[in-house]
């Protein structure tokens, strides 16, 4: 870890947050999700970078040491995607493989729509395509539970006062324990979703309180505004780019007993082949035992799942 440098790249007027490993034309982006910060993907920077990549994990804006926007609540999809874009041209890097987790493959996905020049490929974990908008799943929502977490934390000052009860610290280490389950985590009418587990509940065997430590250390600095614009309230704002492929070859990685699977609807989107409609030269892996943090639970094979990809499609 102490071989990563880190640094701040000016976008659209706000400083973001890079950490870096390793040097050379072959560039490796990883854009984080939630609850996630640059730091969920130590073990992958340094794998790629001794295979020969030069590895860049960057805080999203208001994520991290990332600096907020001036208004948090206005911030969408695609100002992630520019603040992206800048990144590359402030570094001088032309094209890159795009690794993305989570709510970031929704950026993943949308730069590689807009801006297929600049994407050799894109592996995307924990959550498959899809866009803002939830594109291709609208015809399944009615299905999905009042007391979900995401629709609850859609609401305007619903989360702030959940999370408001407690540290950042033991906000992260519920939001692990919960994403970490089989199940989507679903409250009860007169219950809130931080109450789903006791602060108390030890942390997953892969994930150490040193680890949390960072997570919420970061996270009393740069706290939840952003993060609760970016996803959970533009999640349902579609983008417009519905009808558009992406060319680029695609590897996703899901865990077999990541909660997202219990989607409704989006199991049987990965495994009829419907995804590769939007996303034609795309790979499939499902880890058995893997669940929503893949590449923390399991950081030596998905590893290896990611070097072998993008050793494959490098230019």
Request: one cysteine or more; proline letters at 7%.
């Amino acid at each position: 870890m102490e071989k990563i440098q880190h640094s701040h790249v000016q976008a659209k007027g706000l400083k973001l947050h890079v950490a870096e490993i390793g040097t050379g034309p072959k560039v490796v982006v990883f854009l984080h999700g939630f609850p996630e910060i640059w730091y969920s993907w130590r073990h992958q920077m340094i794998a790629v970078a001794n295979a020969g990549y030069r590895a860049i994990s960057v805080d999203f804006r208001g994520y991290g040491l990332s600096e907020h926007p001036s208004e948090p609540e206005k911030a969408t999809f695609n100002d992630f995607v520019d603040d992206v874009v800048a990144l590359l041209d402030s570094l001088g890097i032309t094209k890159a493989h795009f690794v993305a987790k989570d709510f970031g493959a929704f950026v993943a996905a949308m730069l590689a729509i807009l801006y297929p020049d600049r994407v050799s490929s894109i592996v995307l974990l924990g959550v498959p395509f899809l866009l803002p908008g939830l594109s291709p799943l609208q015809s399944q929502l009615p299905l999905i539970p009042p007391g979900f977490y995401m629709l609850r934390w859609m609401i305007p000052g619903k989360a702030e006062a959940d999370f408001g009860r407690f540290d950042a610290k033991t906000v992260i280490r519920k939001v692990y324990s919960m994403f970490s389950g089989i199940l989507p985590p679903v409250a009860a009418d007169n219950q809130e979703i931080m109450d789903l587990v006791d602060s108390s509940a030890p942390l997953p065997p892969w994930f150490s309180e040193e680890d949390l430590a960072e997570y919420g250390s970061l996270y009393e600095k740069c706290g939840f505004r952003t993060a609760l614009q970016v996803p959970y309230r533009t999640m349902m704002v579609p983008c417009g780019l519905d009808d558009r492929k992406i060319t680029a070859p695609g590897l996703v990685i899901m865990g077999e007993k990541d909660y997202i699977m219990k989607f409704p609807g989006l199991e049987d989107y990965i495994r009829s082949g419907k995804i590769k409609e939007s996303v034609p030269n795309l790979d499939v892996t499902f880890m058995s035992e893997g669940n929503h943090f893949v590449q923390e639970q399991a950081p030596e094979e998905v590893n290896q799942l990611i070097i072998s990809f993008l050793n494959k499609h490098c230019d």
